[in-house]
């Protein structure tokens, strides 16, 4: 049996991880990968006189694939085993392949059941097995070029140029076209209704004569009564209400004395009320004056006034409050 040379260099490769009492098995499938072009390493390559471990340790650190052909001897070997764990630990892309039915230990099966297997014992010949081996998972990247399938190019096919002949236009003489009378069409005419036109007033302007000049009399605007009724009936309230409240304000910054712009401001409330027209004219009107008389106290107590000089305005107010109420109630009845 020839010996395959393992493979040195620079390109991914197959690790094979064996024991050496299956060497007859293993031989064989070593030999078909070679022939198939697949680069492959396994212990014939140690070079005598160096380390074991460490070549060993350092082609499975540098190859691209690993497979381990698993068996009761492969299970007894503690350096194949190691061999898988180092495998493991450097996460390299690994296949199990079982040359015999055996149980693994609970450890080993826990870690190595996850892995891609091929159980070469069930097939009933080799070729089928050869055939699922080289379309295990990402194993062609151990594949050399020289054997990877080359692309077949499809030649180009130029076209044949057809020769057109060209076509000669047939003449079409023109056929005369006998043009044909165009009846007109009855138009039906309605009689139109003469709308009737009334006419306008003309105005006549008065002539001039010399001398003396006429002037046309410019129409002035008429107010109705009561319009002119309900301003005035607005307007005066106001203006009341605005006086009563100026003269407060003036007595207090002229300190004068507080009895006289009282009884004024009072009198104008009761004219107020007199031409207060409507329910909620009066009930503002009369909220109105309870505000004027409590500024009138607020004003009186803040100028230190003594307290017969306050008396007296609130007890005017007190008395013009009650007419402008009796006013309201009799002008409703």
């Not at 044949?160 to 003449?171: L, M, Q, S, W």
Request: net charge negative; proline share 9%.
């Amino acid at each position: 049996m020839a010996v395959i040379k393992p493979y040195n260099g620079n390109e991914p490769y197959i690790f094979i991880s064996y024991s050496h009492r299956d060497t007859d098995y293993v031989y064989p499938i070593i030999e078909e990968l070679s022939k198939q072009g697949y680069r492959v390493w396994y212990d014939m390559g140690i070079d005598p006189g160096t380390e074991w471990d460490e070549n060993i340790a350092m082609h499975i650190n540098e190859c691209g694939y690993f497979i381990a052909f698993m068996s009761q001897n492969y299970l007894n070997s503690s350096n194949c085993k190691d061999e898988l764990n180092y495998a493991r630990d450097l996460e390299k892309e690994r296949l199990v392949v079982y040359l015999e039915n055996v149980t693994l230990p609970a450890g080993m099966a826990m870690r190595i059941n996850r892995l891609q297997s091929i159980f070469k014992y069930s097939y009933a010949n080799d070729s089928d097995f050869y055939e699922r081996l080289v379309t295990a998972n990402n194993i062609n990247i151990c594949l050399s070029k020289a054997s990877e399938p080359t692309p077949v190019v499809a030649e180009s096919i130029e076209p044949t140029p057809v020769e057109t002949k060209p076509v000669e236009p047939t003449p079409v003489e023109p056929k005369p076209v006998e043009p044909k009378p165009v009846e007109p069409m009855p138009v039906e005419t309605k009689p139109v209704a003469p709308t009737p036109v009334e006419p306008k007033p003309v105005e006549t302007k008065p002539t001039l004569s010399s001398g003396s000049v006429s002037s046309a009399p410019t129409a002035e605007p008429t107010y109705n009564s009561a319009d002119k009724a309900k301003k005035i009936s607005i307007s005066k309230p106001i203006v009341c209400v605005l006086i009563a409240f100026g003269l407060i304000f003036i007595s207090f910054a002229l300190y004068i004395e507080p009895l006289i712009p009282s009884i004024i401001a009072s009198a104008l409330f009761v004219v107020a009320a007199r031409h207060t027209k409507g329910f909620v004219g009066r009930v503002c009107l009369i909220f109105v004056f309870i505000a004027e008389a409590f500024l009138q106290l607020v004003l009186f107590i803040i100028s230190s006034l003594l307290l017969k000089g306050v008396l007296l305005p609130i007890a005017i107010s007190a008395i013009t409050l009650a007419l402008i109420i009796v006013m309201f109630v009799k002008n409703k009845e």
